[in-house]
């Protein structure tokens, strides 16, 4: 993994610069902020339900490809919030996208023992085993934001 917040390799890079270009050359890109692209975002969100519904109730390969166009739209929510924090916090675009993945990527593995644990072995653990894995571990994440909180 590389450092948090380091901007990724070529499978994201295209599309960072991409935004930043959008950013630097577009009038409406360049105006927006993140309270102005709220409703976009609850929007985009939206739309990629009603597109998931349709291709649950037929999957079709129109309706597949509907849920991946939604999910483009709401990865720009995404990009576009990165993109406008890397530019409150002077960062290079990329490096809130990065921070973004990685923190993904860590929650996946963390919320996931039983998956990815040094115990894990080849077969699936039982659904009742993760479902009480993730409350403990939810459980514990909320205690130790709480003794952050009143640490401070």
């Not at 976009?40 to 129109?62: C, G, K």
């Not at 860590?106 to 653990?125: T, V």
Request: hydrophobic letters at 30%; proline letters at 5%; aromatic letters at 6%.
């Amino acid at each position: 993994m590389d450092e948090p917040g380091t901007p990724r390799g070529p499978v994201t890079q295209p599309v960072v610069e991409a935004m930043a270009t959008l950013r630097r050359r577009c009038p409406w890109s360049s105006r927006q902020d993140h309270r102005s692209l709220e409703k976009y975002a609850r929007e985009e969100t939206d739309e990629l339900i009603e597109a998931l519904e349709e291709f649950n109730a037929s999957p079709t390969p129109d309706h597949r490809a509907a849920v991946v166009e939604e999910l483009g739209d709401v990865f720009y929510q995404v990009l576009f919030h990165s993109a406008l924090l890397d530019e409150s916090g002077g960062h290079d675009y990329g490096h809130s996208l990065g921070a973004i993945i990685d923190g993904l990527e860590e929650k996946l593995i963390r919320r996931h023992p039983l998956a990815f644990g040094d115990d894990a072995g080849d077969e699936m653990a039982s659904l009742e085993d993760v479902e009480r894995e993730y409350r403990r571990i939810k459980a514990d994440e909320k205690s130790a934001r709480h003794r952050e909180e009143d640490d401070r």
